[in-house]
Each structure stands twice: as C-alpha cells, then as structure tokens.
C-alpha cells in the first residue's frame, strides 16, 4: 500500500460500524486522488445464491443517477428501433449489430437491451456478453418491447446487479461529488430493493454486513442494524 492510501486508511475505525450519516460524512476525508472516484455499496446477505429461489438479480433506478454516461445499445427492429432512437439509445440494429459484436469483438457499450422477438439472435452473443454482464435479461428489464423506457431509465441512472457466489451484492451508488445528501439518499434507495427482493427461504439475520468504499479508498462499514431500522420507516 502506497504512503498516501496507509494515512487515510488510519482515519476509519476497523471496529467501528458506523451509521450511514456518519459513512457518507467519513468518505470525502478519505479521498487523496484527483479524479472524481465512483462510490461502491458491498452488501453481504443471508442467502444462498447455490440455491435458484435466493439467487438475487435485479436493477434498481437510483433518484440521483450514477453520474457516469452510458452507452446504450439496442437489438430491435422497426418500429420498436425507431423508439430506441428517439429515447437517446447510442447503438440501434439487429443482424448488423450481432455480426459486429461476432466478428469485430465490438463491445464498445455499457448496456444492452432487446426486444423478445430478437433474443433468437441475440442468444448467439451469450458466451461474449454473459461473462461481461451485459445480455439482455427480463429480470432486470433489459429484455422488453418497451425499449424506450428502459433506454431511459438506464441513461438516467439505473444500475443492475447480482448475488455473487458468497452472496455478496457490488454496485455502484454515485460519485464523491454528489455529496453526502445524495449519496445517501442512492444508498438507501438499493438496499431498500434488495431488502423487498428477499426470498422467502432467505433464513436468519439477511443484511449480514454492508459496507461503502470509493475507488482508491478503504471501505467503510456500516451499522446493519440502523439500515433495518431507516428501512423500516
């Protein structure tokens, strides 16, 4: 570890669960590069992604965006294209696009969507796009014939996300820049989806540790008890 990251680090209590107030509060002092860095909630639950009922996959629409630009791409034809088009998508085809992505390795997108009807040749790209999270799924929403609606919902910010095998959720939350207002309020706004995404055969304690960490910065880790109770209200 660097000299600059081993003095920041000294500022977070490692025995400490800090409430979310304070966490956001905590994390500009934390910060020591120039770039505007990309804060990350780590949320360990209480499932078993080995099990299909608890494996958790989802998106979640943050108020405050992610303050990142994505790229959009949209595998559709017609007049469901047209719409993507007018929604702001980067990238409309079909066959074209498939045989770019194919035969160029062409991933130069954050996100795609698709309509139904196309996922017969969309399917082709899975062993390109799985391992990179970026096939369409109906489970968050990147697999509809409302194409422009979920263009827009993830230029303005929404995020997908998945259990790992330890069952630990990653996602991004927002910039440093935000603020602590912000941040909170993108926090509060994922874990109150995953906490209504609870299987029913989730058993014991479900939010088993949560913590925050900006790009180059320690994590900081929160008090799960006061994330149920803020949740609860």
Same mark, same amino acid.
């Given at each position: 570890?660097?000299?600059?990251?081993?003095?920041?680090?000294?500022?977070?209590?490692r025995?400490?669960?800090?409430?979310?107030?304070?966490?956001?509060?905590?994390?500009?002092?934390?910060?020591?590069?120039?770039?505007?860095?990309?804060?990350?909630?780590?949320?360990?639950?209480?499932?078993?992604?080995?099990?299909?009922?608890?494996?958790?996959?989802?998106?979640?629409?943050?108020?405050?965006?992610?303050?990142?630009?994505?790229?959009?791409?949209?595998?559709?034809? =017609?007049?469901?294209?047209?719409?993507?088009?007018?929604?702001g998508?980067?990238?409309?085809?079909?066959?074209?696009?498939?045989?770019?992505?194919?035969?160029?390795?062409w991933?130069?997108?954050?996100?795609?969507?698709?309509?139904?009807d196309?996922?017969?040749?969309?399917?082709?790209? =899975?062993r390109?796009?799985?391992?990179?999270?970026?096939?369409?799924?109906?489970?968050?929403?990147?697999?509809?014939?409302?194409?422009?609606?979920?263009?827009?919902?993830?230029?303005?910010?929404?995020?997908?996300?998945?259990?790992?095998?330890?069952?630990?959720?990653?996602?991004?939350? =927002?910039?440093?820049?935000?603020?602590?207002?912000?941040?909170?309020?993108?926090?509060?706004?994922?874990?109150?989806?995953?906490q209504?995404?609870?299987?029913?055969?989730?058993?014991?304690?479900?939010?088993?540790?949560?913590?925050?960490?900006?790009?180059?910065?320690?994590?900081?880790?929160?008090?799960?008890?006061?994330?149920?109770?803020?949740?609860?209200?």
């Amino acid at each position: 570890m660097g000299k600059k990251y081993e003095a920041i680090r000294k500022l977070v209590d490692r025995d400490k669960r800090y409430t979310l107030a304070e966490a956001v509060e905590l994390l500009p002092k934390l910060k020591f590069t120039k770039f505007d860095e990309t804060i990350d909630v780590a949320a360990r639950l209480g499932v078993n992604p080995k099990h299909a009922d608890q494996m958790i996959r989802s998106s979640c629409a943050l108020p405050h965006g992610t303050g990142k630009s994505l790229r959009v791409v949209v595998f559709a034809k =017609g007049e469901r294209a047209n719409e993507a088009r007018e929604a702001g998508a980067d990238f409309v085809g079909a066959e074209d696009l498939v045989d770019r992505v194919l035969k160029e390795n062409w991933l130069e997108f954050d996100s795609a969507i698709a309509t139904p009807d196309m996922m017969g040749l969309v399917g082709r790209l =899975g062993r390109i796009l799985g391992p990179r999270n970026l096939m369409p799924n109906p489970k968050v929403g990147t697999v509809t014939m409302d194409v422009a609606r979920a263009v827009r919902e993830i230029k303005a910010g929404r995020i997908e996300f998945r259990t790992e095998k330890t069952g630990i959720v990653h996602a991004p939350v =927002g910039k440093m820049s935000f603020g602590p207002d912000k941040l909170r309020e993108n926090i509060l706004s994922l874990l109150d989806t995953l906490q209504r995404l609870k299987p029913s055969t989730a058993k014991g304690k479900y939010f088993k540790s949560v913590a925050l960490s900006s790009t180059m910065g320690p994590s900081v880790r929160l008090d799960t008890n006061e994330i149920v109770a803020l949740l609860e209200r």
